[in-house]
C-alpha cells in the first residue's frame, strides 16, 4: 500500500522533472529528479543491477522533511530515475526518512534500513528521537516493517544519544552469515562514535560493540558512517561535523575522514592505524560503498558541502549532484581513488600531446569543453620549475585555477570566478606528496563540477562550479619551465 505521502511525493517529481531539460543537467553525475538532493542512500547491488537513493525533497530544491529518491544503473555512469521509495508517513519518521543503507536479503528481497526520525511535542517542547528502521521491497516499491524501529537507544550504551543516533549502513557478512550494521551516535563526551549492530534475520538487531569514536579529537557527530575491508586492511569512513581545521589536512566544519586499521573479526575489535582526509575538494560528503559483483570496492558520495548548500545559482530547478562513482585501492595503508573504468566507454574524440613545452600560457586544438575527461603528466624541465598551472569553465569572466607548487608539496584548488552566487569558501589548498617534482593528474569536468585525482588517486579534490556554458576554454602554464604529456577526450552520454 502506498500512502497519500508518498503518492504525492510520486506525482510532483513526475510533474516537475518535465521542465528541467537534460541540458541544465550535469551530463554523468546524478543529480535530484526534482527539488533536492543529499546524502546517497543504499548504494548496493540487488538482483545484478545497481541501486542508488538518495536523501530527497522533491518540492523545493532545499532541504526539507526527507524522503528517499531512486535511481538505478548498469554502469554507474547512466542512471534512471525510479518512484521515490519512501516517504515520512509514519508516527516513527515523522520528520523524516534519515540516510541509511540497503541489501539483498537471502530470500531475494531489498531491504532497506534507514534512521526514522520522529518529533513530538509535549509540554510546549519538541522532542527529537531518531532510530532505526526498516522498508523492505522489490526493486521499486517498499512496504515499511511492522515493528519498527529495530534498534532504538535503548541497545546502546547508557547515557548515549537518543537524538543523535543515525545513518545506518548494513552489509551482509557470508563468512559469519550474519547481517552487520554500523550507525552513528554522539556519546556521553559530545563527539561521534561507530556502534556495530548484528543480526541473522536482517529484522532482530543486537548491539555488538563499538568500533572507533571520536573523543573530541575529529569533530562532533560522525555521520553517514561505512565499514569495510580492502586490500588486507579495513576502513572506516565518516562524516564529521564540526571539524577543527588542522593543518592541510581538515579543514572546518563537515569534514570526510578514513580510518584505516585492523580489525579482529572473532571479537569485533578494530585498532586505528591512521586517520585523513578522503577528498580535499570543496565539495564532498556522506560517501558510500558497495561491493561490486566482480569484486571492486566502489564509492558514491555527495559532491555538495552543507556549507555551500544554500548557493543555489538563480534559475536552477535542481539541486545536489552525486560524485561519479569510484574505484578504491590500498596501497601502503593509504586509500587511493580513481573514477569507475566504465566512463571510459564514454570517451569521444580522443586527442593526444607528447613535450609540450609550457611555460606562458598555453591552449591546445581540441582541448576544450565543459564536458571531458583528461590524463596529464608533467616532468620538470630543469631546476627551475616552480608552479604548474590548469584553468578551466573559463571564458573571459570566469575560470576556475588548479595549481600545484611542487617545493611547497601543495595544490591548490581556486573556483573563486566560477559562478557561485553566495560568498562561500571558494578556495583549498591541500597536501600533494613529493613525486619527484611530476605530477599525474586525472580531470573529470561536467557542466557543473570537476573532480581532480591527483598522483594516482593518492590525493583527490571534487568541487561544484557554475560557470556559464560557453566556458570551455583550457588553459595550461607553468613557471619555470616543465614538460607536459597530455591524453584528452570529450564525454558524451
Ligand atoms: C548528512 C545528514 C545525515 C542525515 C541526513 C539528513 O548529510 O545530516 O546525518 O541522515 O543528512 O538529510
Given at each position: 500500500?502506498?500512502?497519500?505521502?508518498?503518492?504525492?511525493?510520486?506525482e510532483?517529481?513526475?510533474e516537475?522533472?518535465?521542465?528541467?531539460?537534460?541540458?541544465?543537467?550535469?551530463?554523468?553525475?546524478?543529480s535530484?529528479?526534482a527539488?533536492?538532493?543529499?546524502?546517497?542512500?543504499?548504494?548496493?547491488?540487488?538482483?545484478?543491477?545497481?541501486?542508488?537513493?538518495?536523501?530527497?525533497?522533491?518540492?523545493?530544491?532545499?532541504?526539507?522533511?526527507?524522503?528517499?529518491?531512486?535511481?538505478?544503473?548498469?554502469?554507474?555512469?547512466?542512471?534512471?530515475?525510479?518512484?521515490?521509495?519512501?516517504?515520512?508517513?509514519?508516527?516513527?519518521?515523522n520528520?523524516?526518512?534519515?540516510?541509511?543503507?540497503a541489501v539483498?536479503?537471502?530470500?531475494?528481497?531489498?531491504?532497506?534500513v534507514?534512521?526514522?526520525?520522529?518529533?513530538e511535542?509535549?509540554?510546549?517542547?519538541?522532542?527529537?528521537?531518531?532510530?532505526?528502521?526498516?522498508?523492505?521491497?522489490d526493486?521499486?516499491?517498499?512496504?515499511?516493517?511492522?515493528?519498527?524501529?529495530?534498534?532504538?537507544?535503548k541497545?546502546?550504551?547508557?547515557?548515549?544519544s537518543?537524538?543523535?543516533?543515525?545513518?545506518?549502513?548494513?552489509?551482509?557478512?557470508?563468512?559469519?552469515?550474519?547481517?552487520?550494521?554500523?550507525?552513528?551516535?554522539?556519546?556521553?563526551?559530545?563527539s561521534g562514535?561507530?556502534l556495530?549492530?548484528?543480526?541473522?534475520?536482517?529484522?532482530e538487531?543486537?548491539?555488538?560493540?563499538?568500533?572507533?569514536?571520536?573523543?573530541?579529537?575529529?569533530?562532533?557527530?560522525?555521520?553517514?558512517?561505512?565499514f569495510?575491508?580492502?586490500?588486507?586492511?579495513?576502513?572506516?569512513?565518516?562524516?564529521?561535523?564540526?571539524m577543527?581545521?588542522?593543518?592541510?589536512?581538515?579543514?572546518?566544519?563537515?569534514?570526510?575522514?578514513?580510518?584505516?586499521?585492523?580489525?579482529?573479526?572473532?571479537?569485533?575489535?578494530?585498532?586505528?592505524?591512521?586517520?585523513?582526509?578522503?577528498?580535499?575538494?570543496?565539495?564532498?560528503?556522506?560517501?558510500?560503498?558497495?561491493?561490486?559483483?566482480?569484486?571492486r570496492?566502489?564509492?558514491?558520495?555527495?559532491?555538495?558541502?552543507?556549507?555551500?548548500?544554500?548557493?543555489v545559482?538563480?534559475?536552477?530547478?535542481?539541486?545536489?549532484?552525486?560524485?561519479?562513482?569510484?574505484?578504491?585501492?590500498?596501497?601502503?595503508?593509504r586509500?587511493?581513488?580513481?573514477?569507475?573504468?566504465?566512463?571510459?566507454?564514454?570517451?569521444?574524440?580522443?586527442?593526444?600531446?607528447?613535450?609540450?613545452?609550457?611555460?606562458?600560457?598555453?591552449?591546445?586544438?581540441?582541448?576544450?569543453?565543459?564536458?571531458?575527461?583528461?590524463?596529464?603528466?608533467?616532468?620538470?624541465?630543469?631546476?627551475?620549475?616552480?608552479?604548474?598551472?590548469?584553468?578551466f569553465?573559463?571564458?573571459?569572466?570566469?575560470?576556475?585555477?588548479?595549481?600545484y607548487?611542487?617545493?611547497?608539496?601543495?595544490?591548490?584548488?581556486?573556483?573563486t570566478?566560477?559562478?557561485?552566487?553566495?560568498d562561500?569558501?571558494?578556495?583549498?589548498?591541500?597536501?600533494?606528496?613529493?613525486?619527484?617534482?611530476?605530477?599525474?593528474?586525472?580531470?573529470l569536468?561536467?557542466?557543473?563540477?570537476?573532480?581532480?585525482?591527483v598522483?594516482?588517486?593518492?590525493?583527490?579534490?571534487?568541487?561544484?562550479?557554475?560557470?556559464?556554458?560557453?566556458?570551455?576554454?583550457?588553459s595550461?602554464?607553468?613557471?619555470?619551465?616543465?614538460?607536459?604529456?597530455?591524453?584528452?577526450?570529450?564525454?558524451?552520454?
Open positions: 500500500m502506498i500512502s497519500e505521502l508518498l503518492k504525492k511525493a510520486r510532483q517529481e513526475k516537475t522533472e518535465r521542465y528541467i531539460g537534460e541540458d541544465e543537467r550535469p551530463v554523468y553525475h546524478l535530484p529528479r527539488g533536492w538532493m543529499n546524502d546517497p542512500n543504499g548504494f548496493s547491488i540487488y538482483k545484478g543491477t545497481i541501486h542508488q537513493f538518495y536523501q530527497y525533497y522533491p518540492y523545493k530544491t532545499e532541504w526539507g522533511p526527507m524522503h528517499w529518491g531512486h535511481a538505478v544503473s548498469k554502469d554507474y555512469v547512466k542512471w534512471d530515475y525510479l518512484p521515490a521509495a519512501i516517504a515520512p508517513d509514519e508516527s516513527y519518521d520528520f523524516g526518512c534519515f540516510s541509511g543503507g539483498e536479503t537471502k530470500d531475494g528481497k531489498q531491504l532497506l534507514y534512521t526514522g526520525v520522529k518529533s511535542h509535549k509540554e510546549g517542547k519538541e522532542i527529537i528521537r531518531q532510530t532505526q528502521c526498516l522498508a523492505f521491497g526493486g521499486a516499491d517498499y512496504e515499511k516493517f511492522r515493528q519498527n524501529p529495530v534498534i532504538d537507544h541497545s546502546i550504551p547508557e547515557g548515549w537518543p537524538v543523535d543516533f543515525r545513518d545506518p549502513k548494513i552489509w551482509f557478512d557470508e563468512e559469519d552469515d550474519c547481517y552487520y550494521i554500523v550507525a552513528g551516535n554522539r556519546t556521553e563526551d559530545g562514535a561507530i556495530l549492530f548484528e543480526s541473522k534475520d536482517g529484522k538487531w543486537k548491539f555488538v560493540t563499538v568500533l572507533d569514536r571520536s573523543r573530541n579529537e575529529y569533530g562532533k557527530m560522525w555521520e553517514c558512517p561505512d569495510f575491508e580492502l586490500d588486507g586492511k579495513h576502513f572506516i569512513f565518516t562524516s564529521p561535523q564540526f577543527q581545521a588542522r593543518t592541510l589536512e581538515f579543514h572546518n566544519g563537515n569534514g570526510n575522514i578514513v580510518i584505516v586499521g585492523s580489525y579482529d573479526r572473532k571479537n569485533h575489535s578494530f585498532v586505528r592505524e591512521s586517520v585523513s582526509a578522503i577528498d580535499y575538494g570543496l565539495d564532498f560528503y556522506a560517501m558510500q560503498t558497495l561491493k561490486s559483483e566482480d569484486g570496492r566502489i564509492m558514491t558520495a555527495w559532491m555538495q558541502s552543507w556549507e555551500s548548500s544554500k548557493a545559482p538563480e534559475g536552477q530547478k535542481w539541486f545536489g549532484q552525486m560524485i561519479l562513482p569510484r574505484e578504491l585501492s590500498c596501497k601502503d595503508g586509500l587511493y581513488q580513481r573514477p569507475v573504468r566504465e566512463i571510459e566507454n564514454y570517451r569521444k574524440e580522443h586527442v593526444s600531446y607528447r613535450d609540450v613545452d609550457l611555460f606562458n600560457e598555453t591552449t591546445l586544438p581540441g582541448v576544450s569543453g565543459k564536458v571531458c575527461d583528461m590524463e596529464l603528466e608533467l616532468v620538470p624541465n630543469g631546476q627551475s620549475f616552480r608552479e604548474f598551472k590548469i584553468s569553465h573559463s571564458n573571459a569572466d570566469f575560470h576556475t585555477d588548479f595549481i607548487r611542487p617545493e611547497d608539496g601543495i595544490a591548490i584548488f581556486d573556483r570566478y566560477s559562478g557561485f552566487p553566495n562561500i569558501n571558494n578556495k583549498r589548498e591541500f597536501p600533494v606528496r613529493y613525486n619527484g617534482g611530476r605530477l599525474k593528474l586525472r580531470i569536468l561536467d557542466r557543473f563540477s570537476a573532480e581532480i585525482f598522483n594516482d588517486g593518492g590525493s583527490t579534490c571534487s568541487s561544484t562550479v557554475y560557470a556559464p556554458e560557453d566556458a570551455g576554454k583550457i595550461f602554464s607553468a613557471k619555470g619551465s616543465a614538460v607536459m604529456n597530455l591524453d584528452f577526450w570529450k564525454l558524451d552520454k
